[in-house]
């Protein structure tokens, strides 16, 4: 019997699923050929991306976001939901930049970063550093401010949005380019998340309407290079509404079966396992000889699971290791140090739960600004290597009384309610 034809549109769209949900993680050579296969599918059917206004629904708010982690859809997520919670009839929508753009272009952009980091990070941060005071007028800033605008245009103009919000530079700069410009048909509030605790120049548009800063230091720095004040507001980073009413932590350890007198260490890959030499970090925690309970969250990324659980397997303290999880303020609050990367989502929810954190082996740019906000405020230290960590947290262990002042600097620190108060000033700036 012959079977159903293919559809080239979706067998491309499969690839591209596997490629977002296994990339991290797997080797080199498996990338390499999954990639060439996009390519081969993506040159035969002559790939264009769906023209997705031919679908759009009228929104009041429109969300860009991108997929480069998972902290701009975080986000843009948590956005949506204070604004629905105030204005349950608003009508809100939330969209991937760059598959917009062009999804395989999408694709091959997040490999590229991914892999920049992880197995390149010198060259990561080289391309930070040269990038990180390029002035809204170069050439270079210019060409970033219009990538795609025709279809960001056209894409607001078919949904009628009168609030375009981006949680990523990009989106951000396109949608104030084309304000200042005057391409759009009606008035449409441009605003911004900025999602680290640190600014680039990628950020920075002199046309946007509305910077929402994650702290008094980038909303400084934002008014040093001429962004007008009373379009700077400090909110915090916006995260989900259960970091503003955590369980208690009793609660929290009974719900995890976690209530002997063992210290909790809980260490948190990423949502996609992104954390360098994460495997041998949790081996050097694991075997430290005093007592301790080790959790490990290696997110969506399955092969990391399976690597850590024969790793750690027979190591001296009990480990547990988990795949993504849903209730992970109920651990965070459970633990007694939580070690994690450095994104600004990860680190502003540790904030909002006044939890002490360590930072391992963070990333070259955005992610060591992060650390150093933290070291500088006294909520967080640093470990560069897996002797290092080992070292940082054996010491804390010993020492409750640094655990409870860098507990106390985050919580001072923290903003559990940023998404509410981005969704007010939202809803308050454009009239809705």
């Known amino acids: 019997m012959d079977s159903a034809p293919v559809d080239p549109g979706d067998r491309i ?23 060439a296969t996009l390519r081969r599918l993506s040159a035969r059917y002559r790939l264009r991306p769906a023209p997705v206004w031919r679908h759009v629904e009228p929104l009041d708010v429109l969300v860009l976001a991108a997929t480069y982690g998972n902290g701009h859809l975080q986000a843009g997520r948590a956005v949506m939901q204070a604004l629905v919670a105030l204005r349950p009839e ?61 279809k960001v245009k056209r894409l607001i103009v078919q949904s009628g949005a009168r609030v375009v919000l981006s949680t990523h530079p990009t989106p951000g700069g396109v949608v104030a380019q084309l304000a200042a410009d005057g391409e759009l048909p009606f008035p449409v509030l441009s605003a911004t998340v900025i ?41 915090g980073i916006p995260i989900r509404p259960a970091f503003a009413s955590p369980p208690g932590r009793e609660d929290a350890r009974r719900r995890w079966h976690l209530e002997d007198d063992r210290p909790t260490v809980l260490i948190l890959t990423g949502a996609y396992g992104m954390m360098r030499g994460a ?25 990391l699971a399976r690597t850590l659980r024969a790793e750690l397997r027979g190591a001296r303290n009990p480990v547990r290791i988990l795949g993504y999880v849903d209730r992970i303020v109920e651990l965070m609050v459970a633990s007694d140090l939580v070690v994690t990367k450095a994104g600004g989502l990860t680190v502003s929810e540790g904030l909002a739960l006044g939890v002490p954190m360590v930072i391992y082996a963070p990333i070259p740019g955005q992610e060591e600004g ?63």
């Open 13 to 35: 769209q499969r690839t591209l699923a596997r490629i977002r949900v296994a990339l991290p993680g797997r080797p080199s050579t498996l990338w390499r050929r999954r990639l």
């Open 90 to 150: 608003l009508r809100t929508g939330m969209l991937d930049f760059f598959d917009l753009i062009n999804p395989v272009f999408n694709a091959a952009t997040r490999f590229a970063y991914i892999y920049s980091v992880r197995r390149a990070p010198t060259l990561w941060r080289e391309f930070y550093e040269r990038t990180a005071r390029i002035r809204p007028e170069s050439f270079l800033q210019q060409r970033l401010f219009r990538l795609g605008s025709d």
């Open 195 to 235: 999602t680290d605790y640190v600014l680039h120049s990628q950020w920075v548009h002199p046309a946007t309407g509305l910077y929402l800063a994650p702290c008094e230091e980038v909303a400084r720095e934002l008014i040093a290079r001429g962004i007008d004040a009373s379009r700077v507001v400090v909110t």
């Open 279 to 303: 495997v041998e970090a949790c081996r050097y925690v694991a075997d430290l000889p005093r007592p301790l309970r080790l959790l490990v969250v290696a997110g969506r990324d399955r092969q």
């Open 370 to 432: 992060n650390a150093a906000f933290l070291r500088r405020h006294r909520a967080g230290e640093i470990a560069l290597d897996p002797a290092d960590l080992a070292g940082v947290v054996s010491t804390l262990l010993e020492r409750p009384d640094r655990r409870a002042a860098m507990a106390a600097a985050a919580a001072a620190l923290g903003r559990p309610l940023a998404a509410q108060a981005a969704a007010k000033l939202l809803l308050e700036r454009a009239g809705l």
